[in-house]
């Protein structure tokens, strides 16, 4: 059986820590501004993996049956003075003598890693600081919600090495639509926390990297008043709306019937019947 008190997957250069509903997962190579080696990704994707599976979507209950509580946001931020500088150096040099098999094997890891954090059941709320370079970027673009600082720089720097930002590439197109994704990836340069804002990149900026985790508490406070079903069931939503192909007639049939799911099940019906008695829903923190 899932419980929150499992223990937490060995970790050296990333951590994770559990308060209440609130997941922090955080990169801890601030020596190399925390660029991404094997190592780290696999180790990402298995807190990201373990937090998945710790989420209220997919326990199916605000606690566990030990009364703790099940994870409904997940904060993403990196140690030091850079959010993520994309690949190790090393990572990059060894690419180069690897074969095209061992290529795609790491290629794949990286897909894992953007596609889970991308997916992931809870809301996500990532504080960047510093760059936010190739792979970087490709985990800003798969967070729900991006808080930056003023000397926050972000890139798709691939092309300055003469290779494509491909396995990112999808979440950026979603984060900021064709023509953008296309600009970006061909200049290869980096943007300001302006630009970024402007662009859809990001979502909000604040002063200092303080203002930054200070503004992470107002947007934990208000996902915590949302269904955490819901939460997890529109990420399903949009992704369903990216790939229709069928008829917009379909679509609207489609969407009728997910109405009536949503509003049968258990979230639905405690959702109506607080609002209709003027009381706080089961999932909203006490002091609501």
Known sequence: MTMMTDALPDTELCSLEIEG???????????????????MISEIISLLDWTGKRSVARMGNLIDSSGDSCIRVLIFSGNGRHFCAGADINMMRDAGAKSPEENRIDSERLDRLFNTLWAHPCFTIGIVQGVALGGGAGLVACLDHVIVEPRTRIALSEGKLGILPAV???????????SQFRRLAMLAGRIDAEE???????DQAEDSPEAAHKAALGVIEEVLTTGPMAVAEAK???LTFDRWVGTDEELR?????????????????????????????NWKPESE
Do not use: C
């Open 21 to 39: 509903a609130v997941a922090r997962l955080t990169l801890t190579r601030p020596d190399v501004f925390n660029a991404m080696n094997i190592q």
């Open 168 to 178: 990112i590439g999808p979440y950026v197109h979603r984060r900021v639509g064709s």
């Open 196 to 202: 970024a804002l402007r662009i859809g990149m990001v």
């Open 236 to 238: 399903r939503l949009t």
């Open 253 to 281: 049939l489609w969407t009728l019937d997910k109405t009536s799911e949503m509003r049968g099940s258990d979230e639905g019906q405690e959702g109506l019947s607080s609002f209709l008695e003027k009381r706080p829903a």
